[in-house]
């Protein structure tokens, strides 16, 4: 069974950090492209970053550069997003995807085969 299982995500006040997790299992992530996205409450799911097979080629969504850093360890199976600075803006669910067709740089959703469940995070003084 393919599946991917994303974790990290809490509570916690703005200028805090926050890292997630993206464990795969029942296939090797290194044949995969790796996104992160995330959803808030009554907007579209928008795409974080995304990192190629190696880790070579990464993107970033504008709002989040400087203050999100996407990685992978192929050996673990294991995708990251490490997340400081955190604003209220932030709050979403965040999701990891796996991409095993192609790498594209746009990081958009519907390029994304297999999905995590979501794991929340809530930036709030």
């Known amino acids: 069974q393919l599946q991917l299982v994303e974790s990290g995500g809490d509570g916690v006040q703005p200028g805090g950090s926050l890292r997630l997790s993206c464990v795969a299992s029942?296939?090797?992530?290194?044949?995969?492209?790796i996104g992160w996205f995330r959803q808030a409450p009554g907007k579209e799911r928008e795409g974080v970053s995304c990192?190629?097979?190696?880790?070579?080629?990464?993107n970033y969504v504008d709002s989040v550069k400087g203050r999100f850093t996407i990685s992978r360890n192929n050996a673990k199976n294991t995708a990251y997003l490490q997340m400081n600075s955190l604003e209220p803006e932030d709050t979403a669910v965040y999701y990891c995807?796996?991409?095993?067709?192609?790498?594209?740089?746009?990081?958009?959703?519907?390029?994304?085969?297999?999905w995590g469940q979501g794991t929340q995070v809530t930036v709030s003084a």
């Open positions: 029942g296939f090797s992530l290194e044949d995969y492209t």
């Open positions: 990192i190629d097979y190696s880790g070579d080629d990464i």
């Open positions: 995807a796996a991409n095993g067709k192609y790498w594209s740089r746009e990081c958009l959703s519907f390029e994304y085969e297999y």
